[in-house]
């Protein structure tokens, strides 16, 4: 079961994921902003460096969860559900220091709330031109009410990682992008949500890792 707070209201029943630097469309939501990650040009442009945390905790049962967002719907990215993170800061020395930046203002915690387990190799969105940090992180607190920032963040989603690795969630979609070309992208369908995209990419890989006791978590 996914746990879903709109603003800072208590967490409720939901679901989802989706990619931290593109959101899809397909023809049933002609609404939602445009996605960009999938065409196929390799960029040329110098990327912008941002980095992503991925916040595991256990819950009372030992069920091992992870916390999503949803942003807001303005910008290029409005709508979307992500793991928490930004760009990099001049303030930021490293690219841990902008995850966890990043998460504690999306989220609402202090750098004592989490702690970062493991970095992994960054990945270069498709399109949108971004070179992304994952960082591994694990909280030790999680608020019964959450207080995301309002400015980015529309709500916080709370999910059990067994549901996002359910076989049954898993497909294949054909998504428009700005270009007006269609593309069949790998999916997962969780509640109602749609997941792919680089939030897929990296979680694809780390979910069964983390479900298997590889981190800390």
């Given at each position: 079961?996914?746990?879903r707070?709109?603003g800072?209201?208590?967490?409720?029943s939901?679901?989802?994921?989706?990619?931290a630097s593109?959101?899809?469309?397909?023809?049933t939501?002609?609404?939602?902003?445009?996605?960009t990650?999938?065409?196929?040009?390799e960029?040329?442009e110098e990327p912008?460096?941002?980095?992503?945390?991925l916040?595991?905790?256990r819950?009372?049962?030992?069920?091992?969860?992870?916390?999503?967002?949803e942003?807001?719907p303005?910008?290029?990215?409005?709508?979307?559900?992500?793991l928490p993170?930004g760009?990099?800061?001049?303030?930021?020395?490293?690219?841990?220091?902008?995850?966890?930046?990043?998460?504690c203002?999306?989220?609402?915690?202090?750098?004592?709330?989490?702690?970062?387990?493991?970095?992994?190799?960054?990945?270069?969105t498709?399109?949108?031109?971004?070179?992304?940090?994952p960082?591994?992180?694990?909280?030790?607190?999680?608020?019964t009410?959450?207080?995301?920032g309002?400015?980015?963040?529309?709500?916080v989603?709370?999910?059990?990682?067994?549901?996002?690795?359910?076989p049954a969630a898993a497909?294949?979609?054909?998504?428009e992008?700005?270009d007006?070309?269609?593309?069949?992208?790998p999916?997962?369908?969780v509640?109602?949500?749609?997941?792919?995209?680089?939030?897929?990419?990296?979680l694809?890989?780390v979910?069964?890792?983390?479900?298997?006791?590889?981190?800390?978590?």
């Amino acid at each position: 079961m996914m746990r879903r707070v709109t603003g800072a209201s208590e967490p409720t029943s939901a679901s989802s994921l989706a990619s931290a630097s593109e959101r899809p469309t397909d023809r049933t939501d002609m609404s939602a902003t445009e996605p960009t990650e999938e065409p196929t040009e390799e960029p040329t442009e110098e990327p912008t460096p941002a980095a992503v945390l991925l916040p595991f905790y256990r819950d009372d049962s030992g069920a091992l969860r992870l916390i999503l967002i949803e942003r807001t719907p303005y910008g290029r990215h409005g709508g979307q559900i992500a793991l928490p993170g930004g760009k990099r800061e001049p303030v930021d020395e490293t690219m841990r220091d902008t995850a966890v930046r990043e998460t504690c203002e999306e989220l609402g915690l202090a750098p004592a709330d989490l702690e970062v387990l493991h970095g992994l190799a960054p990945l270069r969105t498709r399109s949108t031109g971004f070179q992304v940090w994952p960082f591994i992180g694990r909280l030790h607190r999680v608020p019964t009410r959450w207080q995301p920032g309002e400015a980015e963040v529309a709500s916080v989603l709370d999910v059990r990682v067994t549901e996002l690795l359910d076989p049954a969630a898993a497909g294949e979609q054909d998504m428009e992008f700005a270009d007006q070309v269609r593309h069949r992208v790998p999916v997962r369908r969780v509640a109602g949500h749609t997941v792919w995209g680089l939030t897929l990419r990296i979680l694809e890989p780390v979910l069964p890792l983390a479900l298997a006791g590889e981190y800390p978590v």
